[in-house]
């Protein structure tokens, strides 16, 4: 089997996908307009700034979660249940045309995500 098949320990995919979340969420707040050229002009500019900041926030949770013996179980909680979301929204509203299809980028990613979350190290999964 290749290198890829190897699990990863779960406090790695806390630290990455925090990261992957602070950054996603930061950059609509430090730079709206590159941002909407990416994803598609927004009407609700409160909204987008919102959803950015929540998405910062989980980043913040998750990377400080990585660093705490017990902290994996909750990013891992955190990331499955913020990715499994933002998966579910890629994939009802980009084909409604409410979402530019860019979106579907983020969906790869939420999918990855998962798929990382689920095939963490056994030893430091959470089971519950």
């Given at each position: 089997?290749?290198?890829?098949?190897?699990?990863?320990?779960?406090a790695?995919?806390?630290?990455?996908?925090?990261?992957?979340?602070?950054?996603?969420?930061?950059?609509?707040?430090?730079?709206?307009?590159?941002?909407?050229?990416?994803?598609?002009?927004?009407?609700?500019?409160?909204?987008?700034?919102?959803?950015?900041?929540?998405?910062?926030?989980?980043?913040?949770?998750?990377?400080?979660?990585?660093?705490?013996?017990?902290?994996?179980?909750?990013?891992?909680?955190?990331?499955?249940v913020?990715?499994?979301?933002?998966?579910?929204?890629?994939?009802?509203?980009?084909?409604?045309?409410?979402?530019?299809?860019?979106?579907?980028?983020?969906?790869?990613?939420?999918?990855?995500?998962?798929?990382?979350?689920?095939?963490?190290?056994?030893?430091?999964?959470?089971?519950?």
């Amino acid at each position: 089997m290749g290198r890829s098949s190897l699990p990863v320990p779960t406090a790695t995919i806390a630290a990455a996908h925090g990261v992957f979340n602070l950054v996603g969420g930061l950059w609509p707040l430090v730079h709206l307009r590159s941002f909407e050229w990416v994803f598609g002009p927004k009407t609700d500019e409160w909204l987008q700034m919102t959803t950015g900041g929540l998405l910062a926030g989980v980043g913040l949770t998750q990377l400080a979660a990585a660093a705490d013996p017990e902290g994996p179980r909750h990013a891992r909680r955190v990331g499955l249940v913020t990715a499994v979301t933002l998966l579910a929204v890629d994939l009802v509203y980009v084909p409604k045309r409410r979402l530019r299809p860019t979106y579907l980028l983020d969906a790869a990613m939420e999918a990855a995500w998962i798929a990382a979350w689920l095939r963490g190290t056994p030893a430091t999964r959470d089971t519950r």
